[in-house]
């Protein structure tokens, strides 16, 4: 039943880079009143949470403690999460006290200093709710997102830090992105101020080596075994296309879920990228995916080139998704996974998306959620990148390229797991560059009545529409830059480290 659930957001959904950024994190009205004047001394010095859960996956009993003073609330991850919550009380010496819940918010004015409380979480009420992404059932597991159960305290951001235990019953299994130490795992900043992806039950565990990384990889049973070789080729292959490029892949460590959706002649074309104190992907993979079809994916490279960026506010996702969109056709022509001329069609072929454009690329950029235009914003964002990279090659003579700015920025793990809006990305960018090109570049088309095309641009590299098809003119004012751009590089390796489970 779930399936049909992500079938529907298959269809009109490419991918989604899932995170609550601080926008949407930030508690109702209500608990910001709740936060004036109600901060005491000694000051909040962290919460260790303990997560219970039974055979069934039918709750997550969660006890949390407090260190030092009580925050003036425990808040939701998000307003659907806080519905599937019950049972808040205060841990006494003697028993237990009801507490306060209002609007995603756990009242704690009254908590005392090292306050532990708990409170339950309705795993079957949310995997069988209408919101996909909180929590699903997939045979004897469940996919969970970390928002649904992790209720954090509210305190400024960068005061955020815990640790977490799990109790599993026997033979239960976990994947998390979290790091872990000893028996508990460690939360900082991130952890709670993104959103990512929990497994409780039973899956195969693969490990794969991508270049300078470690990828864990939780197969969710319903893969038909024959993929699992498949499966392990083709994230060896997208994360050394993507790791070839800036030298390593972008982060050390990450964590792979593959659901398999149920779906005949489905294509696949799915992924949710999230950062809760680590990187997690969920790919979600027809059942019945063929070796072929996961050699000609572009999904995996897209995911992985959203790792090459911090987290982006979603009202600026035609950076976010521009940068993933072109890079996943750059880095599969570099590493020979496509030709040169397939990138570059793809792109062109993208660009004609933007046709239909009502509005500018930062108003359709806003507007995603409600008018669903993503081709028109992930493809505007990727003509804004291949722009903004050939003016950077144009000005440097060739000596800088989006790459060398891309392998700088995530050259700090955690730069990844951390928020910006647009503009201060993008003057980082700029920092790195040299040269103001990605501040200048979102300049001319963000607002531009005109929505980014080739028009002017392509014919500049030598690249003419013809037919279906394009014409390469090996003399054209930009064709160095053309060639330099999808030239092929030599390809990271990666290899299996370990299979089973
Ligand atoms: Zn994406």
Known sequence: MRCSLWVLALTTIACASHAAPPSTVLPPASATRLAAGARAQPHFGGVDYTFTLDAGITHIATRAC?????????????????????????????GSRALAVKNGVIDLRAAPNDACLAYEVDMVAATNGDRWWLGARSGPSVIASIVLFLWRPHVAAGE???????????????????PKEGDSYLLDPSAFQFDGHVVFGRFDALQVQAP???????????????????????????????????????????????????RPGMHFGFGDTGRSGGVSIAFFMPADVSEQALRDDWVAVHEFCHLTLPYVDRNDAWLSEGMATYLQEVARARAGLISAQAAWQSIYDGSQYGREAIDTLAAETRNMPVLHNYKRVYWGGAILMLS????LRRRTQGKVSLFDVLAQLSAEPKEILRYYRAVDLLARMDAIAGVP??????????????????????????????????????????AWARDAIMARGPVATSVALAGGG
């Open 66 to 94: 407090l260190h030092g003073a009580a925050p003036p609330a425990l808040v939701a991850g998000d307003a659907d999460s806080a519905r599937y919550m019950s049972g808040a009380r205060l841990l006494t010496p003697t």
């Open 160 to 178: 955020l830090h815990g640790t977490a235990r799990f109790v599993l019953p026997q033979d239960m299994q976990l994947s998390v992105a979290w």
């Open 212 to 262: 300078s990384a470690l990828l864990e990889v939780a197969v969710l049973q319903g893969m038909p075994a024959q993929t699992r070789p498949w499966i392990v080729s083709w994230l060896q292959a997208a994360s050394s296309a993507v790791g070839a490029q800036i030298g390593r892949f972008p982060v050390p460590h990450a964590q792979i879920i593959i659901v398999p959706v149920f």
């Open 388 to 391: 903004a990279d050939v003016e």
């Open 437 to 478: 090109v990605f501040s200048e570049t979102a300049a001319r088309y963000l607002n531009a009545p005109k929505f980014p095309d080739l028009d002017e641009l392509y014919p500049a590299l030598g690249l003419v529409p013809e037919g279906a098809g394009l014409r390469v003119l090996a003399q054209a004012p930009l």
